[in-house]
Nanobody
């Protein structure tokens, strides 16, 4: 059974940094693309960043140059380093993968950017 367990997040001031982690189990991790999504109050869930099985990354325009997605295929972990955070980055963040013809989501973690 596939499990994605997130850690990290919290409250940070504008301009600060946070790192999100997503630990995967029950999956041949290195074979699959992975993504980070976020959902702000009253808004639809949006794709923030993605990384292919070979390590190619993509970002939504609003986070380019500030966020970095990475993966560790030894420890089966996905990361999102978030720098220069802005209030508009406030949301619940989710890790995600499509594997075995199913979608799997982490439990979500709150990121709040506020002074």
């Amino acid at each position: 059974q596939v499990h994605l367990v997130q850690s990290g997040g919290g409250l940070v001031q504008p301009g600060g940094s946070l790192r999100l982690s997503c630990a995967a189990s029950g999956i041949n991790f290195r074979l699959y693309a992975l993504e980070w999504y976020r959902q702000a109050p009253g808004k639809q869930r949006e794709l923030v960043a993605s990384i292919t099985s070979s390590g190619v990354s993509n970002y939504t325009t609003s986070v380019k140059g500030r966020f970095t997605i990475s993966r560790d295929n030894v420890w089966n972990r996905l990361y999102l380093q978030m720098d220069n955070l802005k209030p508009e980055d406030t949301a619940v963040y989710f890790c995600h993968t499509n594997a075995y013809r199913s979608e799997f989501w982490g439990q979500g973690t709150q990121v709040t950017v506020s002074s």
